[in-house]
């Protein structure tokens, strides 16, 4: 369990699948390379837009070593907006979309402080890795 109630724990399972990928995750940071925040996740413009949070529940599949790295490539991409929290966990199971590439399913939470208010955007995403386990997008 995380701080924040979230459960990102891979079941026995699911992790027995996922070995099969062939894609080992080791943290990396491309070089200057950085991915950009999908529009649904970005603070709202309008400030009267109202946010709506439910508690994100995670669904076992994306291992804790892959939710980290995309949680860090997500907390970067969201500094720039003023994020001052970033809560990811699973929402599925990996898919290998080439030799070097997985797609993994998160969901995903992050408050930015808007006129003293907290404002929450949430979106399940895609979190695509390469080889090295270094994140290459976020749709």
Same mark, same amino acid.
């Given at each position: 369990m995380d701080d924040d109630g979230t459960s990102t724990a891979a079941t026995a399972a699911v992790a027995a /699948?996922? /070995?099969? /990928?062939a894609v080992s995750v080791v943290p990396s940071v491309e070089a200057g390379? @950085?991915? !950009?925040? %999908?529009?649904?996740? *970005?603070?709202?413009?309008? &400030?009267?837009s109202p946010?709506? &949070?439910? %508690?994100?529940k995670a669904l076992p599949g994306v291992p804790d070593e892959v939710v980290r790295a995309c949680h860090d490539a997500l907390e970067s991409a969201?500094?720039?907006? !003023?994020? /001052?929290?970033v809560r990811v966990s699973s929402a599925g199971s990996i898919? *290998?979309?080439s030799p070097d590439t997985i @797609?993994?399913?998160?969901? &995903?939470s992050i408050d930015y402080v808007r006129q003293g208010k907290v404002e929450t955007? *949430?979106?399940p995403i895609k979190c695509e890795l390469n080889a090295t !386990? !270094? &994140?290459?997008g976020l749709t």
């Open positions: /699948t996922t /070995t099969a /990928t390379r @950085s991915v !950009g925040l %999908p529009p649904s996740l *970005q603070p709202p413009s309008d &400030v009267n946010s709506t &949070v439910s %508690p994100i969201a500094a720039p907006f !003023g994020a /001052t929290s898919h *290998q979309l @797609s993994a399913p998160i969901e &995903v955007r *949430q979106a !386990g !270094g &994140v290459i």
